[in-house]
């Protein structure tokens, strides 16, 4: 059984800041791609920033030089640093973790609950 336990979201006024957390345990042997994605009211899902466990990013165009991904591998934690915001980036954000329960085992793809982010003044 696996856990991702997210938090750091809330409100914070345009120009600000948060840094989401997502913390996996459980029966890991080995993470993968972990990444964050959010969905905003009456929108679908999307990727917003990823990272490889080598350390490779991809970030969504929208939010380029305001996000930053990162992992800490031997916590088994993957960070949203999240800079001036704006109202569009109000959304819930989740993360998604790729795990292997041992060795040579498959990856499954496992999410977070969510977080909620609201940009507002």
């Known amino acids: 059984q696996v856990r991702l336990v997210e938090s750091g979201g809330g409100l914070v006024q345009p120009g600000g800041s948060l840094r989401l957390s997502c913390a996996a345990s459980?029966?890991?042997?080995?993470?993968?791609?972990m990444g964050w994605y959010r969905q905003g009211a009456g929108k679908q899902r999307e990727l917003v920033a990823r990272?490889?466990?080598?350390?490779?990013?991809n970030i969504l165009d929208s939010v380029k030089g305001r996000f930053t991904i990162a992992r800490d591998n031997a916590k088994n934690t993957v960070y949203l640093e999240m800079n001036s915001l704006k109202p569009e980036d109000t959304a819930v954000y989740f993360c998604?973790?790729?795990?292997?329960?041992?060795?040579?085992?498959?990856?499954?793809?496992?999410w977070g609950q969510g977080t909620q982010v609201t940009v507002s003044s």
């Open positions: 990272i490889s466990k080598g350390g490779i990013t």
């Open positions: 998604n973790v790729g795990i292997s329960h041992y060795s040579g085992g498959y990856y499954s793809s496992y």
């Open positions: 459980g029966s890991i042997f080995s993470i993968s791609a």
